[in-house]
């Protein structure tokens, strides 16, 4: 079939990207461009991770240390209602989201030494730098009567 030259190859596929980029579907996505991206630094004996959580609230983020892991976990819930003049619902969006990462902080770390705060969208945990120390051997003598 001829089909003009002002369409793409796929003409049905370059119709709906179209279709799904108008402003209408920009507005109820969820945008994650950004989200969890971590800056780890080095402070002070001490390794500093700064995680953005745009659109998330402190009650939606929590983080858990086992086995040496931190794993640093977010879930949001969104609900859009659109409603005309008289109040009839012309749009209703739901959305669930979960993400998650995880680190390596040792196994020498425990809860009390991690500090976190969440400001505007940026996680900060303070991990201090701990290695496991390496148990002394003792001899254990068996007493020998006689």
Same mark, same amino acid.
């Given at each position: 079939? =001829? !089909?003009?030259?002002i369409f793409?190859?796929? &003409?049905?596929?370059?119709?709906? #990207?179209?279709? &799904? !980029?108008?402003?209408? &579907? $920009?507005?109820?996505?969820?945008?994650?461009?950004?989200?969890?991206s971590?800056?780890?630094?080095?402070?002070?004996? /001490?390794?500093?991770?700064?995680?953005? =959580?745009?659109? &998330?609230? *402190?009650? #939606?983020?929590?983080?858990?240390?086992?086995? +040496?892991? =931190?794993?640093? /976990?977010?879930?949001?819930? !969104?609900?859009?209602?659109? $409603?005309?003049? /008289?109040?009839?619902?012309?749009?209703?969006?739901?959305?669930?989201?979960?993400?998650?990462?995880?680190?390596?902080?040792?196994?020498?770390?425990?809860?009390?030494?991690?500090?976190a *705060?969440? @400001?505007?969208?940026?996680?900060? =945990?303070?991990?201090? @730098?701990?290695?496991?120390?390496?148990?002394?051997?003792? *001899?254990?003598?068996? /007493?020998?009567? +006689?």
């Amino acid at each position: 079939m =001829l !089909r003009p030259s002002i369409f793409g190859s796929n &003409f049905m596929d370059d119709m709906f #990207d179209d279709f &799904f !980029r108008t402003p209408m &579907f $920009h507005g109820s996505r969820l945008n994650t461009t950004g989200l969890m991206s971590t800056d780890i630094t080095e402070k002070d004996g /001490s390794y500093q991770i700064e995680m953005d =959580l745009p659109g &998330f609230d *402190k009650s #939606d983020v929590s983080a858990e240390l086992k086995d +040496g892991y =931190l794993t640093i /976990s977010a879930k949001n819930n !969104r609900e859009n209602e659109d $409603h005309d003049k /008289s109040g009839k619902v012309i749009r209703r969006e739901r959305y669930q989201g979960v993400c998650q990462r995880s680190f390596y902080v040792g196994e020498a770390v425990t809860e009390e030494d991690i500090q976190a *705060k969440f @400001k505007d969208g940026v996680l900060t =945990l303070t991990v201090p @730098k701990k290695e496991k120390q390496p148990e002394i051997e003792q *001899k254990k003598y068996i /007493s020998i009567e +006689g």
